[in-house]
């Protein structure tokens, strides 16, 4: 500890760092070494503190980097209490890795607190009405830096909360969202972590062997359209983050990648992220707010461009000349898989001829979340058959399950474990077509490509990546039937004749 409080004038450019044996060393920013605040400072220090002082001297960037990692207590900060409350609901779902924090006011003439844990809803909480409108109005007033300056609980509103209520969290953000609903106000805030000093691997994602060769092959092209698609809440921000690590490790940060968000949803390091700016109520704006930042980018000499969503035929349009002018374009759609992608965008007003060209089109991607079951309290097939119904006996008997590999989740967990789930997984369909691929698409649709893809490229459906994960005991076949049906492949299959070809 410190024997005398640093300046406010100074604090930025120093850091002091106490070992656990009381050896302490102060940091100070190298630029900023010879002033004459600094100097007095340390001069004083050293007469104060007893034993000796190490001094280092860094770059400011990395002092910044160290006090921005510091752990501070928000709560002991001068915040009122609502936005203490707030504060420890973060706190809490941080702890749980929850994905969102959702307040039903008015629900049965209270608030229900939610949380979504591994993809679950949990009940956290609950408090009064009133209790539950106070912190709403708190974080739309004074707690969010993007907002507007009057809480409305009779509309759509939203929000996103100031860094200074999340410090120490290890949080990188959170987005506030509401809409009346028939009991009273419906709020969510989407809770997004800090992962930039470790993004997530292909692998610690879920991506098999083979996806990941394709990817990593997507990613050292010097340009084209690269496309993730997936429902709401399926990862594709946390995936495309770690997309842009890959490429800029790839090319040894010796390229720029620029990314344009709305708003960001997470720090990539290396690239030069940017926000949408515009009026969130006013679809035009919006619209032409993406149009005009895409179009601007193009213009700072970019290597690689990370548009987070494709949200109507401007932005796609304008994304798909980015890509034409010779960059590497990352983004994402919602689509229901790979090939939907394609018609997606033909819905949204794109030439079909620039979406069957594959050399603008080089990868398509669809994904979904399905949870990992705990390995300490999982059930085995033994201790489940009994309890299932006829028709559950019958979808888990299949030929491509083997019963003695099937494991169910223990509802009631154990210490290891929250409910006996402990993260999710991808399960992926990774398209890399090619120019026979997109002639079949054209000239006899969507399922004839998908048998093209799946028996000729050796493409791997999520249903068979689902089962992988089934087979190895990961996933619960029961759970993860409702994200994707076990028995989807058969029912998509064109069975004895490729129509293909």
Known sequence: ??????????????????????????????????????????????????????????????????????????????????????????????????????????????????????????????????????????????MCDVAESQFNPNRQQDGRLRKDFLHGLNLFGARYAHTPAVYGLYVVMRVIPDDSAA???????????????????MLQRPEGIVILSGPTGSGKSTTLRTFSAMYLDSTRHLRRLMTIEDPPEGHIEGAVQTAIIADKNNPAAVSTAWVRSISAALRLDPDALVVGEMRDNNSAQTSITAAMTGHLLLSTLHANDPINILERLVTMGINPALLTDPQLMIGLISQRLVQLLCPECKKPWSAVESTLTDDERDLLTQELLAADNLYFRNTEGCECCHMGIVGRTVIAEVISPDATFMQIYREKGKLAARSYWHRTLGGITRNTHLLHHINAGLVDPLAADRISPLDEDRWLDLNKEDVSR
Do not use: C
């Open 1 to 142: 500890m410190l024997d005398a409080p640093i300046p406010a004038d100074i604090d930025n450019w120093l850091h002091p760092v106490t070992t656990e044996g009381g050896q302490l060393s102060l940091m100070i920013a190298e630029h900023h070494r010879s002033d004459v605040r600094v100097q007095s400072f340390v001069n004083s220090l050293r007469q104060k503190h007893q034993k000796p002082i190490a001094i280092n001297f860094l770059p400011l960037d990395q002092i910044r980097e160290l006090k921005a990692k510091q752990p501070r207590d928000t709560l002991n900060q001068d915040f009122s209490d609502n936005q203490k409350k707030v504060v420890a609901y973060f706190r809490k779902a941080a702890k749980l890795q929850a994905s969102d924090i959702h307040l039903e006011i008015g629900k049965g003439g209270t608030t229900h607190v939610m949380m979504r844990i591994h993809g679950d809803l949990i009940k956290v909480d609950a408090i009064s009405k009133e209790d539950g409108e106070d912190l709403a109005s708190t974080i739309v007033l004074s």
């Open 199 to 217: 993004p997530p691997t292909l692998d610690m994602l879920g991506f098999l062997p083979a996806q990941q060769k394709l990817l990593r092959r």
